[in-house]
């Protein structure tokens, strides 16, 4: 064993702890800090890392790091070396079940917690899901197929017209039903493109991802994954959807339209929600439950559409107090297509603001309003401000969610820029990104300190 292995990722002052200690990294340790006793493994450390720490496993499963200058004295009682490849086996096959595709964009979609050695294996092949997630062989016959291998932040048109040209090609091939693991942070954006570039699918195609990796006891990854699976394979709405965490617990989740989806926090399970209406439905270990019936059914036919349209000088400006005329100049004299402003209230901008926009618009440049309170709907006819701003030729978006305007507004102008035209595309629905009214529960806050909220709480959310 070389000496890498041995203190892998350590350097510095830690590895010269490990050494001092007659440690390495897999030994099954006790460690007696001035912060406690602590029971675990010792991890590989990414290079990059301090060199004041070494981390440990604990045998809960979660892992902390420990100050070397805490650590009195440390007891190895075991050694657990690391293997980092799932050993795989052949994922069954069943004639009589479903057939689907997992395509995945980066990041780990599945991955397997090694106990023996507490290491933390990516998944991805049929038959290292199968290892990690034995279920998904009582749902469906599985195929995977990496598209890329990229951070969420990172995806883009080159992404999303290879993925919407991926799953025609999986459509026209008979499939049952599409999956695409995708990092949580842009998922709702890749959604609502998708929701344009793939039109009139006959099976469904659900967005899956994690919030927490799968080293952690709390990880939502299998059970989304069961789930997105089970959806795929099963359910009868034939739409582009992000399968996630319903509530905190492991009951159930539920299935997002694509356009009317938003992440809404950075680390909670349930981050996913619903705005300005109501999801589709649930999906459990037992059943689909609809929560409406406007959707597109399952078909058996192969019919789809595929338009990868897309222009990519389009921005998103999201006002704030004092916003400074440059800021849309700057997108002029860069020669952007379109922008889509995320304006106060009703759909408002300040003033100063005014004379910019007007010169956008003159120059050929679409300029359209959605509101950053998210729900609701652009209503710029009640102020002065706002009809000021229609004068001068913006365009109000109903209820677009502004994520949702901004990738209309990017695949609209792929098409043409013909300004009468675009407007035409933008405001004709296409996949529920405008909706006719919100629903009376289509906008819940369960807002802590209220009497009839928190006994709501205390009673259902336990």
């Known amino acids: 064993m070389t000496e890498e292995d041995i203190y892998k990722g350590y350097r510095g002052d830690a590895k010269k702890k490990l050494i001092d200690l007659n440690i390495k990294v897999w030994s099954d340790v006790i460690i007696k800090s001035t912060r406690g006793t602590f029971k675990g493994i010792i991890l590989p450390r990414a290079e990059t890392e301090d060199d004041k720490h070494i981390?440990?496993?604990?045998?809960?499963g979660y892992n902390i790091g420990i100050k070397i200058n805490s650590i009195m004295s440390v007891k190895e009682v075991g050694y657990r070396k690391g293997h980092y490849k799932i050993p795989e086996s052949e994922f069954p096959k069943d004639s009589n079940k479903p057939n689907v595709t997992l395509f995945g964009t980066g990041g780990?979609?599945?991955?397997?917690?090694?106990?023996?050695?507490?290491?933390?294996?990516?998944?991805?092949?049929?038959g290292e899901l199968y290892g990690a997630v034995p279920e998904?062989?009582?749902i469906c016959n599985l195929k995977t197929e990496?598209?890329?291998?990229?951070?969420?932040?990172?995806?883009?048109p080159k992404q999303y017209i290879t993925t919407a040209k991926a799953i025609g090609k999986e459509i026209e091939s008979g499939v049952d039903g599409i999956m695409i693991g995708h990092g949580t942070d842009t998922m709702h954006h890749t959604g609502a493109i998708l929701s344009f570039?793939?039109?009139?699918?006959?099976?469904p195609i659900v967005l899956v991802g994690s919030q927490r990796s799968s080293d952690r006891p709390s990880s939502d990854a299998a059970l989304n994954l069961i789930n997105a699976t089970r959806t795929a394979a099963y359910c009868d709405i034939a739409e582009v959807m992000v399968c996630m965490f319903g509530q905190t617990s492991d009951h159930y989740n539920l299935l997002h339209r694509g356009t009317r989806v938003r992440k809404m926090h950075s680390s909670y399970r349930s981050t996913f929600r619903t705005i300005g209406d109501i999801p589709l439905g649930m999906v459990t270990s037992k059943e689909f439950k609809y929560f409406r019936q406007d959707y597109n059914k399952?078909?058996?036919?192969r019919e789809v559409t595929i338009d990868t349209a897309f222009e990519e000088k389009v921005a998103i400006v999201y006002y704030y107090p004092n916003m400074m005329p440059d800021m849309i100049e700057s997108l002029i004299d860069h020669n952007y297509k379109g922008i889509v402003i995320a304006g106060t209230g009703l759909g408002h901008v300040n003033k100063p603001l005014y004379k910019p926009i007007k010169r956008a618009i003159d120059e050929g440049i679409a300029v359209y309003m959605t509101v950053q309170t998210l729900w609701g709907y652009v209503q710029m006819y009640v102020y002065d401000t706002g009809r000021d701003l229609l004068k001068i030729g913006v365009v109000p978006t109903e209820n677009m969610l502004p994520e949702v305007a901004y990738m209309k507004l990017s695949w609209a102008l792929g098409h043409t820029s013909n300004l009468e035209e675009v407007k035409k595309i933008m405001l004709t629905p296409i996949a529920g990104e405008i909706?006719?009214?919100?629903?009376?529960?289509?906008y819940i806050i369960l807002q802590g300190g209220i009497p009839e909220v928190d006994q709501f709480v205390s009673k259902h959310m336990r």
């Not at 990496?146 to 883009?156: D, P, R, V």
């Not at 399952?298 to 036919?301: H, S």
């Not at 909706?435 to 289509?442: D, Q």
């Open 108 to 126: 780990t979609i599945a991955s397997r917690l090694d106990y023996r050695t507490g290491a933390v294996i990516p998944a991805f092949s049929p």
């Open 197 to 203: 570039m793939v039109q009139k699918s006959p099976v």
């Open 136 to 138: 998904l062989a009582d």
């Open 55 to 60: 981390v440990l496993k604990l045998h809960n």
């Open 146 to 156: 990496k598209l890329y291998g990229i951070f969420s932040e990172n995806m883009g």
């Open 298 to 301: 399952r078909r058996k036919d």
């Open 435 to 442: 909706t006719e009214r919100e629903p009376h529960n289509g």
